[in-house]
């Protein structure tokens, strides 16, 4: 029900963000719109792409590829907040980091174990971009990331420890609508790749579990 929350509430304000580009683009007087095209008509197609940074908040959900992950807590909302520094027409480099927090629960047996997670993705790395149309740019990015994870098991479970820092590789593809020249909606995709070590104190057991996934949703944010 959350996470339904979280998409109707972007929706909503996405709806509104863009609806008001249009009614605001519609009150700019003709002769503002035919000067500002012949200044950059003669402009070559490159200078056209955006160099220069840009700054998104990103709600997106969350679906966790290991299984057993979502058998305990299932996907969720996450937070993202990216900043994008675009070098070349068709390259730029960009931060992102992320905040997920779930609930769930453990069976063992008869009982049911409340646990719960919390997730800080952080990813740097660099990206390219084709210019489809100009207010529609088509990007692919790569990126290193680490993750930061805690886990939260009630007594007599507290000795069960998970390694609270793994490191992976963040893949993301996506398309970014520019309007009104300085606001933008990002509709993107990304996978992480990033499996943990987990060491049970109480069996002396130790395998891997992969606390990474995909991302889907939907940014705003603007460029400078």
Known sequence: MK??????????????????AIAKEKTIPFSEKLKYHKE???????????????????????????????????????????????????????????????KGKIDLGRKRISTSIIEVPLSLGFGCNYLLRPFLDLYAKFAPNYVYTRTKVPPPFLKNKVHEHTGGVTLG????????????????????????KIHDLNSDTRFHAYVGGYEVGVGVGGTF
């Open 3 to 20: 996470t339904f929350t979280y998409f109707f509430t972007t929706l909503v304000l996405t709806t509104f963000i863009f609806s008001f």
């Open 40 to 102: 950059h008509s003669t402009k070559d197609k490159k200078t056209k792409e955006k160099i220069g940074l840009s700054f998104e908040f990103k709600p997106a959900y969350f679906h966790p590829q290991d299984s057993t992950f979502r058998d305990i807590y299932g996907g969720g909302f996450i937070a993202l907040f990216e900043i994008n520094y675009a070098f070349h027409p068709h390259f730029f480099f960009f931060y992102e980091n992320g905040y997920f927090h779930k």
């Open 173 to 196: 593809v996506g398309g970014k609508v520019t309007f009104l020249r300085y606001l933008l909606i990002d509709f993107f995709f990304n996978y992480r790749y990033d499996k943990e």
